[in-house]
């Protein structure tokens, strides 16, 4: 059945994609972090398995024919690289994304996924992951996943766990967080010796009609009057430069291996992106996917754009509090009025020692203790408080975790 695009059905509006643009949006820079992501409010009704075999059926438009067609034509099976791009917080695409891999390991079980959550310096821990030698958790804490993503875990872990059911290697693809904070503050030439091992080379370089491309989103979300567009743009280059780098060395290292990429569709859509440096880095064959991509849509967008129906995952329970990470520990910044946590008895400058038994260091480890939590859960909790007279005194708590309304 042939569709124009001018008349492809939109079931939900379009979302800006600026979040997977703009430095903010994909990197953790601030110290004060909120102790939850915010997690999506209606709960998936059906096991994953139902979920994963009706997101399987959904149809893939191919753009330069316009056509739906059934899932992984010829061109897909053939390619031995195939991006498919995302918007982070959709649960939906990421089931999408796993019911791709799925088929695609059935067809070759040669095959390795680029992942751009995770940075490069981190690449030990997922291989230990998905050699069995650490657990989800060790996992999270090790590569930093909260501070330097953000994003709940839960949305990528079918992902992340047929990789290690199934011993299919995962790629970190991202570039240090400390390197694109550097060259988005001074450019390529700010960057200090630690890191400029991780520079992609050559240097990338952009075109005028990238330029153009870019600028409308560096107008709308100003950030001071020293803000630099010519950084702005030496940040973008370098985060799909250097994916497109570490996933070409990937693949000259291992001929034998196919690959696919999970990344954000501001960095899979038009050209000039990662599959095109891609492509000139490696010369491989590839295939784009766009998960719910941003108009207007012209056919060099993707090879294929995908629409599935929306997919919530559980609620959370949250603390409802803010923290700052020191030398000593995780310090209850500031607590949110009504907050789980206020009720249970929680003051501002508390030190967080334990919550539900694991010990706190940072605030991913945070994360990690309440990441299956729904709200309503009574969990222990423990604190370190300074007292009148500059002592400190422990305090075992039970708090019962908040929802949306904390």
């Not at 766990?161 to 240090?176: D, G, H, K, M």
């Not at 550097?182 to 030439?189: I, T």
């Not at 994360?367 to 299956?372: F, G, P, R, T, V």
């Amino acid at each position: 059945m042939l569709i124009p695009l001018s008349l492809l059905p939109i079931s939900r509006g379009w979302r800006l994609v600026a979040a997977t643009l703009l430095l903010s949006g994909c990197s953790a820079t601030q110290q004060r972090l909120v102790s939850d992501v915010q997690p999506a409010s209606v709960a998936a009704e059906e096991p994953l398995v139902a979920v994963l075999q009706r997101v399987a059926q959904t149809p893939l438009l191919a753009l330069r024919s316009a056509a739906l067609i059934a899932p992984l034509p010829a061109a897909i099976q053939e390619s031995r690289v195939v991006l498919i791009g995302e918007q982070h917080d959709a649960y939906a695409h990421h089931l999408v994304q796993r019911a791709i891999i799925e088929q695609l390991h059935q067809q070759q079980p040669n095959l390795t996924i680029g992942l751009e959550m995770f940075q490069t310096p981190f690449q030990p821990w997922l291989d230990q992951y998905i050699a069995g030698q650490i657990d989800e958790a060790e996992l999270l804490a090790a590569t930093e996943y909260y501070q330097r993503w953000r994003y709940d875990y839960r949305l990528y872990r079918p992902i992340l766990a047929f990789a290690r059911e199934q011993s299919i290697p995962l790629l970190a693809l991202n570039v240090p967080a400390e390197l694109t904070r550097q060259v988005a503050g001074g450019g390529f030439d700010a960057v200090k010796a630690p890191q400029q091992k991780w520079l992609p080379t050559p240097l990338p370089t952009a075109s005028a009609a990238y330029r153009q491309r870019l600028r409308p989103i560096f107008d709308q979300h100003p950030v001071g009057k020293e803000r630099s567009f010519e950084h702005f743009i030496a940040a973008q280059l370098l985060w799909d430069e250097g994916m497109a780098a570490t996933a070409a060395d990937y693949l000259q290292r291992h001929p034998e291996r196919r690959l696919v990429v999970i990344a954000g569709n501001g960095h899979l859509a038009g050209t000039e992106t990662l599959p095109d440096r891609l492509r000139q880095r490696s010369g491989a064959t590839l295939q784009v996917i766009l998960n719910d991509p941003e108009p207007p849509l012209t056919t060099d967008q993707a090879d294929y754009l995908l629409q599935p129906a929306v997919v919530e995952l559980p609620p959370r329970g949250r603390l409802g509090i803010l923290m700052e990470p020191t030398d000593q520990g995780v310090i209850v910044s500031e607590l949110i009025d009504n907050s789980a946590a206020a009720a249970a008895g929680v003051k501002q400058g508390d030190r967080l020692l334990t919550i539900a038994g694991r010990t706190i260091h940072s605030p991913d480890d945070v994360q990690i203790a309440l990441l299956d939590t729904p709200p309503g859960r009574e969990l222990p909790l423990e604190v370190m408080r300074t007292t009148l007279f500059g002592g400190q005194r422990q305090h075992a708590l039970r708090v019962r975790l908040g929802g949306a309304e904390w």
